[in-house]
């Protein structure tokens, strides 16, 4: 039984279950190259999208500074004056300037001014450029504009003051002091401006980055600190607003520097003057609206909540009372005349240039890939065709190394199993040689010595001597005829005679062929068939399926001791009990069971039984369980390897199974009804 299913499982090999795609070959391949059309996707995409966003970016980058100077004009308007009226000219001498098309529309998109020059306007976009309003800066336009001297901390415009306008008078004459001013420090040698800011006061700038330095002079710049009439009535209207603030949420007022900080001013000393004091001066990093660009004090640095709560206050208050000093908030508008999208662009050398170098990165790793991948599918490939041609030298089989359980994987498995195969095949050969010479060396051996004994006079020629040289003769004629029908067999012409055969009569013959066989062993040889069961229908060449029968009959009364049984038995099997039984079978109903079904003859022996290691081996060739090789023993070796051969012609199998120390069973399992395979 091992044997037959040994050769069912070498059978089974070309039929196992197909890979699943994630670990065959083919699944390896697609994903290579899968992942290496994703590289080249997604860099062809980052390429793309990089060199147009550039060109993009850089086509917006020049539109955006034209656009940031329309917004910073049209801002200083709505921050120096009250309402959008007049701005038409404004916005039409801007259109002009940048070749683009600029309307303003109220925050209800009332349309207030536009350039368009056609009959019926091209209708605006739904959304604005920006909106313009002086209370509420858009930072980054509004940087773009003043060439990056703009800062992001206050929203409010510089150029909206309000109140803290000065009237042309007190502009004069702080414009003088600062004049007289700047003319001291020069005579010092400190270089000074004069800048003027929105609110039209004067400040004085010192040239470098040491203001300091004026402190050792004896130039009065505090004289310009001190804030006009009109300037402090706007700041104790913001520091009104900032306290009714503060005190809505429960908090005290505060009294506003002329920087708009909070807190009391640092003393310094005024140079030039002993004993006196004033406000040290601190150059103003821009023109702040209600500063008037004045040198502030410095006050103690302070943080917390309750400062967080004053910068809030302050900021909603200036921005309350510049409100009714500035336009409305107005929605501003930029685009191309006709509408038109951005103009296309050329791609540059750089843009190649990175084209090219992605490519070639796409390209490289492409190649690398296909290299890695090749040199894995090869690998196993190369070892195969090495250990093939080793074996083609004559060399001893070597197995290799099976990576995994893909295609590859498994041809090095099958190519391991053919070389393990081959090397028992060779070993095989090479026993039954030397099991072949033994076997005839024997008999041979035997007559010679005999008839050397007759020929010296030492053996007389009487009946007994003739019998023992005939029983030796038949002994080497019995194990040429194995051995013919053993190369009739593995040539396939083996000749068969198939005809509709009696099993039950078939084993009463063999039965009755070694009943006193096994008489004298003293074995009882049985028959379980009744004569009442149906008989199974068999077609088959009834010389040679006797022959198979008798083999087994005669192993097993030479392995059954006195007193045992040896059993023949035959019985009809379905399609499913043969195939669950042996590697073959057909498939059929219940009334074609004696056609279309298997016919199983059974032999079985209470003997010694078969070891479960020796049990795979018994239908070898010269095969024999012992090692000795007595005649008294056992036989050639060759009746079980020619009962395979002989059931096998015949289209079936023989199982083998025991039990060591309660005896075997040795089953034939033959197609009923069908022809045999033999010529």
Not at 640 to 655: C, D, F, N
Request: hydrophobic share 40%.
């Amino acid at each position: 039984m091992g044997r037959a299913r040994g050769h069912g499982a070498r059978a089974e090999g070309p039929g196992r279950a197909r890979l699943p795609l994630r670990r065959s070959l083919l699944g390896r391949l697609l994903a290579v190259s899968a992942l290496v059309a994703a590289c080249s996707v997604a860099a062809t995409a980052w390429i793309a999208v990089q060199t147009t966003s550039g060109a993009i970016k850089q086509e917006q980058g020049q539109n955006l500074t034209a656009d940031a100077r329309i917004y910073d004009t049209l801002l200083e308007y709505a921050a120096r004056n009250p309402t959008w009226d007049g701005v038409g000219a404004t916005v039409r001498e801007l259109a002009r300037e940048s070749g683009r098309r600029v309307a303003l529309t109220t925050q209800s998109r009332q349309p207030l001014a536009d350039s368009a020059t056609a009959a019926t306007a091209p209708a605006l976009p739904p959304q604005a450029s920006a909106v313009v309003d002086p209370l509420s800066v858009d930072t980054v336009l509004a940087a773009r504009g003043t060439d990056g001297q703009r800062t992001a901390a206050d929203r409010i415009d510089p150029r909206a003051v309000g109140p803290f306008r000065l009237s042309t008078a007190d502009s004069t004459a702080l414009r003088r002091t600062a004049d007289a001013e700047v003319a001291c420090l020069n005579r010092a040698g400190i270089a000074s401006d004069v800048v003027v800011g929105a609110s039209g006061r004067p400040r004085v700038q010192i040239v470098g980055n040491d203001p300091e330095r004026a402190l050792g002079t004896r130039c009065d710049l505090a004289a310009l600190d001190t804030p006009t009439r009109s300037e402090q009535k706007a700041l104790d209207a913001l520091t009104a607003l900032a306290d009714a603030c503060l005190k809505r949420q429960g908090r005290e007022g505060v009294r506003l520097n002329n920087d708009l900080s909070w807190g009391d001013p640092v003393p310094v000393a005024v140079p030039g003057e002993p004993g006196a004091v004033a406000p040290r001066p601190v150059p103003a990093p821009r023109d702040a609206p209600a500063e008037q660009a004045a040198p502030s004090v410095e006050t103690p640095e302070r943080t917390g909540e309750n400062d967080r709560a004053i910068a809030s206050c302050v900021g909603t208050a200036r921005s309350e009372q510049l409100s009714s000093y500035v336009a409305s908030p107005a929605l501003l508008f930029i685009g191309d005349e006709g509408g038109a999208t951005l103009p296309g662009f050329d791609l540059s050398p750089a843009n190649t240039a990175k084209i090219a170098g992605a490519a070639a990165l796409v390209l490289a790793l492409t190649v690398g890939a296909s290299v890695f991948a090749g040199t894995r599918l090869v690998r196993p490939l190369h070892a195969l065709t090495g250990a093939a041609q080793r074996m083609r030298d004559g060399e001893q089989p070597a197995s290799v190394p099976v990576s995994g359980d893909d295609e590859v994987g498994r041809l090095a498995a099958a190519f391991n199993d053919m070389s393990a195969h081959r090397a028992r095949l060779e070993e095989q050969r090479k026993a039954m040689v030397s099991d072949v010479a033994h076997e005839l060396r024997t008999p041979l051996s035997n007559i010679r010595g005999w008839l050397e004994a007759a020929q010296d006079g030492l053996a007389d020629p009487d009946p007994a001597f003739v019998s023992s040289l005939l029983e030796e003769a038949v002994q080497l004629q019995h194990i040429i005829d194995d051995l013919q029908d053993l190369a009739a067999a593995d040539a396939g012409v083996l000749r068969l005679h198939p005809e509709p055969v009696g099993v039950r009569e078939l084993l009463s013959q063999v039965a009755a062929a070694h009943q006193a066989r096994a008489e004298n062993a003293g074995v009882t040889l049985t028959v379980a068939v009744a004569a009442t069961d149906p008989e199974p229908a068999l077609r088959a060449d009834p010389v040679r399926l006797r022959q198979a029968v008798g083999n087994l009959v005669s192993n097993a009364v030479r392995h059954t001791p006195e007193g045992g049984r040896v059993t023949l038995s035959a019985y009809a099997s379905d399609a499913s009990d043969a195939s669950g039984a042996s590697d073959g079978g057909g498939e059929g109903d219940d009334e074609g069971k004696a056609c279309d079904g298997t016919v199983v003859i059974e032999v079985q022996d209470t003997g010694s039984g078969i070891p479960a290691e020796d049990l795979p081996h018994v239908f070898d060739r010269f095969w024999r369980a012992e090692k000795s090789r007595s005649r008294r023993t056992g036989g050639s070796g060759l009746g079980l390897a020619i009962v395979r051969k002989l059931v096998e012609a015949h289209g079936g199998a023989v199982e083998a199974t025991s039990t060591e120390g309660e005896g075997s069973t040795f089953a034939l399992r033959l197609p009923a009804g069908t022809e045999p395979s033999g010529p």
